[in-house]
């Protein structure tokens, strides 16, 4: 019998990334919740080198970072595919999810704790990264095409958290004005039923948004929250 856990934290849009995948799938798994201040001697043994969830475990065998467990899971379960089987479809598949979780989502991130000139220039360089989305979705209910894909997944934080997170700093960048497409793309892909179930509810993530933030700015010597 498989033996499927995910060691991961309810308001990470990294967990939250595999446990979409996995009940896309339709695989049944035990979800093991994570003090991120206290870290498990289990998470800590099951990925010594970055110490970070989500770490997924089959039949005691950890897979760590959130992209990779997507390519795992796909190829381990049977199910609807998250990746698309013809190579070069699934190369630019992974082309776009590598573009959306180092280059996209960092960016917004930073545009939401960041103040000032730096706020600013990172506002800036997020409109340009949402132009090229905004232009990758256009005339498409998903980035694959007519079903949610691994790259949908991937953009969770773009359909969702980020909207919380820029609410809570009066930072008016994604609009329906500017970026029509990918509005209504995020409006699908939250319709979703898996997807749907996988959304932390607004008013619980905007507290540990906020908390989270808190703790970004004081780090990095600004205040935004």
Known sequence: MEEVKLLGFWASPFSRRVEMGLQMKGVDYEFIEEDLQNKSPLLLQSNPIHKKIPVLLHNGKPI?????ILEYIDEAFPGPSLWPKDPYDRAQARFWAKFIDEKCNPTLWKACWSTGEEQEKTKQESEQLLKILENEIKDKDFFGGETVGAVDITANFLAHWFGIASQLVGLEIITEEKYPNLCNWAGRFRE?????DNLPPKEKLAMGLKFVLQAAARSNGT???
């Open 64 to 68: 760590a970072e959130s992209l990779i």
């Open 192 to 196: 979703c039923g898996f997807v749907k």
């Open 223 to 225: 205040s935004s929250v």
